[in-house]
Nanobody, 128 residues
Framework: QVQLVESGGGLVQAGGSLGLSCAAS????????MGWFRQAPGKEREFVAA????????KYADSVKGRFTIARDNAKNTLYLQMNSLKPEDTAVYYC?????????????????????WGQGTQVTVSS
């Protein structure tokens, strides 16, 4: 059974930092793109960041560019998201996702439809 399990969420003050992890089990995703999405109450799930199979290519939503960093450790089958300079508008449930599709070595899909596996989510709350 394939599972993606996020951890590291919590409550932080504006301007603070949090690091999220996503551990994959049941299969390896070392050859596949992975990403982070988030969903705030009453809003649709939105793209945050994506990373290609070997970590050499990344993509970020404009709202987090310069503040968030996505990374992966294929030896550990784990995806990371380092979040700095957090803002109250970053408050959401954060989800990691893995794509089984392939569109070149630099594939970093930003669309929900391009992902095949999802974690259960971890809550991030940023207080003002």
């Amino acid at each position: 059974q394939v599972q993606l399990v996020e951890s590291g969420g919590g409550l932080v003050q504006a301007g603070g930092s949090l690091g999220l992890s996503c551990a994959a089990s049941g299969r390896t995703f070392v050859s596949h793109a992975m990403g982070w999405f988030r969903q705030a109450p009453g809003k649709e799930r939105e793209f945050v960041a994506a990373i290609n199979w070997n970590g050499g290519s990344t993509k970020y939503a404009d709202s987090v560019k310069g503040r968030f960093t996505i990374a992966r450790d294929n030896a550990k089958n784990t995806l990371y998201l380092q979040m700095n300079s957090l803002k109250p508008e970053d408050t959401a449930v954060y989800y990691c996702a893995a794509s089984l599709r392939y569109s070149g070595p630099y594939y970093t899909p930003p669309d929900l439809e391009e992902y095949d596996y999802w974690g259960q989510g971890t809550q991030v709350t940023v207080s003002s």
